[in-house]
């Protein structure tokens, strides 16, 4: 079983649409979350940090499920601008610095 | 937010020859590096972990006497790829993790490896 996984995608919505993506990982015991988004050629932004309590940023909203060990992302109000590849993270088991990314879920944006 | 820079951004090179690529923080000073390498359509693969002072230690699966990286100051770790063949052009990424949050981590540009 690979340490985070995603569905790859993609997933095409029209402009103004709410998405969610979710991701899960294996290791019981991280304690770091992320979403990064990535553009494609490019490298990845970090987008938000996934609290216990879950966060919200703007149309971003994201949230933590310790007990089934997933992350999830949402973006409200879909923006062309929002078309790219989002990736999760978590941090590697045993590790508190390190970080394995999910392989990314695409996601595109139609007018 | 965090400023990593990467040189050189692109690089074409002939197979055998080696190849190195910088990595700088440029408004802070981070004590430890990492560097990924992005094979097209897939994720980022952690290869290994720069520490200023001290030998990078490498994920399982990489060899170390291929890919060197040197991180001689707080503020530049570079990865050297050695007798570079055609198997190894891909997206080579580093990050930083900013002394305030060691977890979170801020990408360099990349940079673009073709071997010929």
């Known amino acids: 079983r690979k340490e985070v996984e995603q569905d790859p995608g993609p997933f095409n919505v029209p402009e103004g649409a709410t998405v969610a993506f979710n991701c899960t990982y294996s290791n019981s015991a991280s304690q770091s979350f992320f979403w990064y988004r990535q553009d494609c050629r490019k490298e990845p932004k970090l987008l938000m940090s996934?609290?216990?309590s879950g966060n919200e940023d703007g149309r971003f909203t994201a949230q933590l499920n310790r007990a089934s060990q997933y992350i999830s992302l949402l973006i409200r109000d879909s923006k062309l601008s929002d078309s790219a590849t989002y990736l999760c993270a978590v941090n590697k088991a045993g590790s508190a610095s390190k970080i394995i990314f999910g392989s990314g879920t695409r996601l595109s944006i139609r007018p | 937010g965090a400023v990593v820079s990467q040189h050189p951004s692109w690089v074409i090179c002939k197979s055998g020859t080696s190849v190195k690529i910088e990595c700088r923080s440029l408004d802070f000073q981070a004590t430890t590096m990492f560097w990924y390498r992005q094979f097209p359509k897939q994720s980022l693969m952690l290869m290994a972990t720069?520490?200023?002072?001290?030998?990078?230690?490498?994920e399982q699966g990489v060899e170390k006497d291929k890919f060197l990286i040197n991180h001689a100051s707080l503020t530049l770790s570079t990865l050297t790829v050695t007798s570079a063949h055609p198997e190894d052009s891909s997206f080579y990424i580093c990050?930083?993790?900013?002394?305030?949050?060691?977890?979170?981590?801020?990408f360099g540009p990349g940079t673009r490896l073709t071997v010929l």
């Open positions: 720069s520490n200023e002072g001290s030998k990078a230690t490498y």
């Open positions: 990050s930083a993790a900013t002394p305030q949050g060691a977890s979170e981590q801020y």
């Open positions: 996934v609290y216990s």
